[in-house]
Structures are given as C-alpha cells and as structure tokens.
C-alpha cells in the first residue's frame, strides 16, 4: 500500500492518479475525506501532518512526503514504512541555510535521509501551475503584471511530477537518488502568457514588474522572508530554473508535457 500526503493538493492529486492508474493500492491522506474526489478505488484517511503522533500507518509500504513537516518521515520509518518519496525543491541543492525556503527544503530532505527509510529526492524546478496566480488579473482584463520578466523557467506540469513520483515509489531502481525533474522549454513570463493567450482566444499583454514594484506587490500577501528569498533565487541568481533536463522521460518513458499542453488542459480554469 502507498500513502500519498496532500492528496487532494495540486501534486499529491497527480501522484495518487498515477498510482491509481498503474492499479496500486493507494491511501490518500487528506484533512477531510467527505470533501474530496478520488479515483475509484483509491482510500481516503483523515490526518494532520502537523501532528505526527496522530497518523496511522498500517499496512504502508511507501510513502509519498510533503516537505515542511517535521516529524513525519521519523515517524514513518519507526511504523515500518520502508520506503520514502520526499518532495523537495531546486534550492535544497544551494545549502543555503539563510534562505527560508530553502532552510525548510534541506530539513525536510535531511529528515528523510536519518530516517532510517529507503529515500528518493524529488527536486522539481518551478511548477506550470504557477501560471494560475494570474487568474485575479485576467478575470479583470488582459494585461498580466509579472515579477521577474526576464527569468526564464523550465516550468514543469504537476501531471509529470506525479508521473516521476509514482515510479520513484514504486521502483527500486530510484532508491538513494536524487530526481531533478522540469519541463521541455525554458520560458520568459511573457512567453507564458503568449500561450495562454492563443490557447484562450484573448490578445493578452505581460507588463513586466520593475523589482521594486515586484517586492511590493509581494509583500501584500507573502511573509517578508520568503519575498526575500525570492529576490534571491530570481534577481540574485542563487538558482537556475531555465536549465532543461531529461528526468522525465528517462523516469516514465515519455517526454513531458509542453507549458501549452498544461494551458490546453487547463483552459476552463482560465475562463
């Protein structure tokens, strides 16, 4: 059996189809069963990763990991889990312990690895998804203000991380390896909302943010720290998201979906 924490988020969903779809038996952790859609077959267990102590792991032969939840991984390997799948992230690689984002990351990761579990680390570069921070301002016209114009991201599908991260549970052949799946392409913002404009039908327009007017945008709704810590990946250069790699396709067979096969797929939640 797999137990797949945030399962009714944006990755986990993906991961838990994945899995349903190759016919494993799946257990999905979500907060409330009654408010979720599974695939048939698939069960689902009321928990909070916030609670270690709380969660049940019967029966649990890998598990498919959240980062950012001290005690879980610990707590997983003492029950007899085997097997770990930790999410993680591009700047996990950097070190960089003063870096919010990727202090929380390297514990997560360095949790996993003492756990005393097999261990596979999935480092995704930035995700396609992304794209629907956008929604608010094209619901409001067709001029989408962007931080960071000139960063170019190999944004990737969550479709395509599920897929890496069912066969990083599955598979023993990913154990004690670190996974560096993106997408195909390595695209500015305004290339993005190139596409979703020809995908959607509408003669959209990117403004690029000056760096001041990003910072400040950000602080209306993000904590001081992690704005920071995004200056430092996309102004700074503590990392490089537009690098291209073939994780995908060496992990699942088959190359990843495209920034305009995500916006095609996922044309209704823009109209």
Known sequence: MFLVTGASGN????????????????????????????????????????????LAFDGIRALFLLPGYPGVAQAAARAGVEHIVQLSGVSAGTGDNGNAVTRYMAASEREVLESGATWTILRPCAFASNA??????????????????????????????GAVAAEALRDKRFHGEILWPT?????????????????????????????????ADMLENTPVEYVDAFFDFYVHGAIDESIVRPTVEEVTGRPPRTFEQWATAHADAFR
Do not use: I, M, Y
């Open 183 to 215: 997408g195909p392409e390595a695209l500015r913002p305004a290339d993005q909302v190139a596409v979703l404009g020809k995908v959607l039908g509408r003669n959209l327009v990117c403004h690029g943010l000056t760096d001041d007017e990003a910072r």
């Open 11 to 54: 990755v986990g969903a993906e991961v838990v189809q994945a899995l349903a779809t190759a016919g494993e038996p799946v257990r999905a952790l979500v907060r409330d069963p009654r408010r979720v859609t599974l695939p048939e077959g698939v069960d689902a267990v009321a928990g909070d990763l916030t609670a270690p102590e709380t």
């Open 132 to 161: 629907l921070r956008w929604l608010p301002q094209l619901r409001a016209g067709d001029v989408v203000r962007a931080p960071f114009p000139e960063v170019r991201t190999a944004s990737l599908d969550a479709f395509d991380l």
